[in-house]
């Protein structure tokens, strides 16, 4: 079982696995003079990784919680380019006063507040979490946010994001798929599943990575290992 | 979003939500003269339940937590003939002296001692759970439990269980598939699943119903109304 206390956890800290993995796939067979299996024709490898509960903040929010001027810093990077897990945690005090501890920002900041948390948190916090494709939170309930410099209260944006998967125009045209569209993940292994409803996103910015929460990567114990494979 | 307080969250106090559709499915079809889907020409409802953690305990174990002579008590009955979450709770000590309180007992006793946790439990206990077959525990790490009467040491048994499908001989010829056998259960919903390696166990005194468990249950949101669909 990986360690969600990281909040990327089946992330490496140096090179992601499936990277590696792509890689060796393509030297060997162009060693072996073979052609190439439709897998390592692929122009990207593809990463999946899990996403603990985190927070996106603006900055007025992150100078309210941590002080005047305060700059989110990094603790670790995350494989999408310049996004990166924040030193920084808070407290989440939700709608029935119940509390999740350090909890995490992810950087760098934005134009709203969210918070993204998976079901078995709802249940600790006794309320129903609305799944929501990020940055959709019109209408969700929101939370009390605590640091140590205050309060920042947050009329909406509590919800379980829905399953996504990134990628760049190359990709989207390798698994022939367009923004929007609803994909699939089989994830392997003794208690493998498939993910319907994977969303699409498409942006030259993106690099190929599904993220799923830790209940969807726990139902079937993903580790950096586990053969995943994105349908359309 | 389900409790999962209650052990059985998906289970209805009364009748099963799924054993009433099936009954009105039949009914409807009959009454209006038509030749029934084949979903409804199934011997028996499916049910999806979903197990919070919990233990299955001997008589001996019974008594050395709750005292001499002590029999378990019936808290809620569960949909297989004769079994229950009873009354009475535990304190789950694990290998690193982390603690999971309010561990429900499920009954009648049995002739082994086996502690069920899901993946999240596992982290929250800071140990790798094994995922077994229920009943077969050999080699598996145990833990201490604490009643109000006394400790009690399992040196084995704590597992994540393998989901899987209870059923009768009929269930087993109307879906094809023998004892043993690997299905497939496709849960819908705006966040559905495909569960894979879904044991098939077979008995005269089984009715049909899929276990899984609370990670499996919060990765696709199962509801009561959520649909699903039992593939070979």
């Given at each position: 079982?990986?360690d969600?206390?990281?909040?990327?956890?089946?992330?490496?800290?140096?090179?992601?696995?499936?990277?590696?993995?792509?890689?060796?796939?393509?030297?060997?067979?162009?060693?072996?003079?073979?052609?190439?299996?439709?897998?390592?024709?692929?122009?990207?490898?593809?990463?999946?990784?899990?996403?603990?509960?985190?927070?996106?903040?603006?900055?007025?929010?992150?100078?309210?919680?941590?002080?005047?001027?305060?700059?989110?810093?990094?603790?670790?990077?995350?494989?999408?380019?310049?996004?990166f897990?924040?030193?920084?945690?808070?407290t989440?005090?939700?709608?029935?006063?119940?509390?999740?501890?350090?909890?995490?920002?992810?950087?760098?900041?934005?134009?709203?507040?969210?918070?993204?948390?998976?079901?078995?948190?709802?249940?600790?916090?006794?309320?129903?979490?609305?799944?929501?494709?990020s940055?959709?939170?019109?209408?969700?309930?929101?939370?009390?946010?605590?640091?140590?410099?205050?309060?920042?209260?947050?009329?909406?944006?509590?919800?379980?994001?829905?399953?996504?998967?990134?990628?760049?125009?190359?990709?989207?045209?390798?698994?022939?798929?367009?923004?929007?569209?609803?994909?699939?993940?089989?994830?392997?292994?003794?208690?493998?599943?498939?993910?319907?409803?994977?969303?699409?996103?498409?942006?030259?910015?993106?690099?190929?990575?599904?993220?799923?929460?830790?209940?969807?990567?726990?139902?079937?114990?993903?580790?950096?290992?586990?053969?995943?494979e994105?349908?359309?």
């Amino acid at each position: 079982m990986p360690d969600w206390g990281s909040v990327m956890a089946a992330s490496s800290p140096t090179l992601h696995r499936a990277v590696i993995e792509h890689m060796v796939r393509q030297a060997v067979y162009r060693r072996l003079g073979k052609p190439l299996p439709a897998t390592a024709t692929a122009p990207n490898p593809l990463v999946v990784n899990v996403s603990a509960r985190h927070c996106h903040l603006t900055q007025e929010a992150v100078e309210t919680l941590f002080g005047k001027g305060r700059q989110l810093t990094v603790h670790k990077w995350l494989y999408q380019e310049g996004q990166f897990a924040a030193k920084e945690t808070l407290t989440l005090i939700g709608p029935r006063s119940r509390v999740i501890s350090n909890l995490r920002i992810l950087g760098p900041c934005r134009s709203l507040n969210q918070v993204e948390l998976a079901y078995t948190d709802g249940i600790a916090l006794g309320f129903e979490l609305p799944l929501r494709i990020s940055g959709d939170i019109k209408g969700t309930l929101g939370c009390m946010l605590m640091g140590p410099a205050g309060f920042f209260e947050m009329t909406e944006g509590v919800i379980r994001a829905l399953r996504h998967v990134h990628m760049a125009p190359d990709d989207a045209a390798f698994y022939g798929v367009k923004a929007g569209e609803a994909m699939k993940l089989r994830i392997g292994g003794p208690c493998g599943i498939i993910l319907d409803n994977l969303l699409t996103r498409v942006d030259k910015s993106f690099k190929l990575e599904v993220h799923i929460d830790t209940d969807e990567g726990n139902a079937c114990n993903l580790q950096p290992g586990t053969p995943c494979e994105l349908l359309k």
